[in-house]
């Protein structure tokens, strides 16, 4: 079951903050981040694994709820490096089909000067 | 540590060949590579989970008679598009778990693949 990502986009100036919202109807084993530029691969920024855990570095910094049915991902003061389409995944065990991750549809997120 | 590598980088192919894509993990161990390709402006899909000595499992609906994956060894798997059509052009991306992780743990990306079938 695919994740929800909202918003689907953002346009912000730099240094403004933003938050992307991840959520799913049943709980979770792990939620991961990842920002990919236009072209590249995806490039990992976090994974949390516990409910009512947050985690963060730089200015980037993340949340998954109690429940672990609901993740936040939160850009302080952004910077123009910020600028791509941030995508949640989910870990889904499929019970005999392919495990993996479902990633949700992307928030794009543009930071102008 | 823990990179992930893919090759080719891109590559074209005329309709009806076959194309193989190798993903290496160059500094560990790992049981399990997942496959996911992704479409333009789409997000990344599932395709497969490779599971070393095994057989891979599918996604339902990717075809697994089109998409041929082995796992050979602990640092290497291969997709291969058979009979690559058109429609089969995408960006290619694998991933790997670390042997001494929990398989829902991080995973490692490869740096893609994208195939272009004229």
């Known amino acids: 079951q695919q994740p929800v990502q909202s918003p689907q986009a953002v346009i912000l100036r730099e240094g403004e903050d933003a938050v992307i919202n991840c959520s799913s109807s049943?709980?979770?084993?792990?939620v991961h981040w990842y920002r990919q530029k236009h072209g590249e691969a995806p490039v990992f920024l976090m994974i949390?694994?516990?409910?009512?855990e947050q985690k963060g570095h730089d200015k980037i910094s993340a949340s998954f709820n109690e429940k672990k049915q609901q993740s936040s991902l939160y850009l302080t003061a952004s910077q123009l490096s910020y600028s791509g389409t941030y995508f949640c995944?989910?870990?889904?065990?499929?019970?005999?089909?392919?495990?993996?991750?479902?990633f949700g549809k992307g928030t794009h997120l543009i930071i102008q000067p | 540590g823990a990179v992930v590598s893919q090759h080719p980088s891109w590559v074209i192919c005329k309709s009806g060949t076959s194309v193989k894509i190798e993903c290496r993990s160059l500094?560990?161990?790992?049981?399990?590579m997942f496959w996911y390709r992704q479409f333009p402006k789409q997000s990344l899909m599932l395709m497969a989970t490779?599971?070393?000595?095994?057989?891979?499992?599918?996604e339902q609906g990717v075809e697994k008679d089109k998409f041929l994956i082995n796992h050979a060894s602990l640092t290497l798997s291969t997709l291969t598009v058979t009979s690559a059509h058109p429609e089969d052009s995408s960006f290619y991306i694998c991933?790997?778990?670390?042997?001494?992780?929990?398989?829902?743990?991080?995973?490692?990306f490869g740096p893609g693949t994208r195939l272009t079938v004229t």
């Open positions: 949390l694994l516990k409910g009512g």
């Open positions: 995944g989910t870990w889904r065990n499929s019970g005999g089909g392919a495990d993996g991750l479902t």
């Open positions: 490779s599971n070393e000595g095994s057989k891979a499992t599918y």
């Open positions: 500094d560990f161990q790992a049981t399990t």
């Open positions: 991933s790997a778990t670390p042997l001494a992780g929990a398989v829902y743990g991080q995973q490692y």
């Open positions: 049943k709980a979770l084993y792990s």
